[in-house]
């Protein structure tokens, strides 16, 4: 996950839709978001233990405004940089890993927005691979 957001961010930062979002990015931003989707994907608990889990990551959503535009870019820059950054590619993994990231990006449309959901104490969504039966070549 380390490998995969310090090459999102890279491109991230060059990117004309996304770089006035993250101007002034703070350097250990790529490395909170490692944790986070390492969490999320049922490694260890280090983003809820050192950041405070998902309240702390729901209240960085709150008053940015990000756009539809802008959720629908970082979306396609991560599923980019999952290859760049040489993820699995095989379709369980990454079947699981894009509902995430829709399901993610839309709540922090939703956080973001000027009515936002109320920021509460939930654990962090843990996703796994066995929400796809795996793919069986025939014969």
């Not at 978001?33 to 990551?57: D, I, N, S």
């Not at 760049?84 to 095989?90: K, M, R, V």
């Not at 699981?96 to 399901?103: K, Q, R, S, T």
């Not at 843990?126 to 014969?139: A, H, I, K, N, S």
Request: aromatic fraction near 10%.
């Amino acid at each position: 996950m380390h490998r995969l957001t310090e090459v999102f961010y890279g491109h991230v930062l060059e990117d004309p839709v996304l770089a006035p979002v993250f101007a002034g990015l703070d350097a250990g931003h790529p490395r909170h978001v490692a944790q986070w989707l390492g969490e999320v994907f049922g490694g260890p608990k280090a983003y809820t233990a050192g950041r405070g889990g998902h309240p702390h990551m729901a209240a960085r959503h709150l008053g940015r405004g990000v756009t539809e535009k802008q959720r629908r870019r970082w979306v396609d820059l991560l599923q980019d940089a999952l290859d760049e950054a040489g993820l699995p590619s095989d379709p369980e993994f990454r079947a699981v890993f894009v509902h995430y990231i829709e399901w993610g990006t839309r709540m922090a449309v939703l956080y973001s927005g000027e009515n936002p959901l109320p920021v509460d104490a939930a654990d962090v969504p843990v996703r796994d691979r066995g929400r796809t039966p795996p793919w069986q070549p025939e014969g």
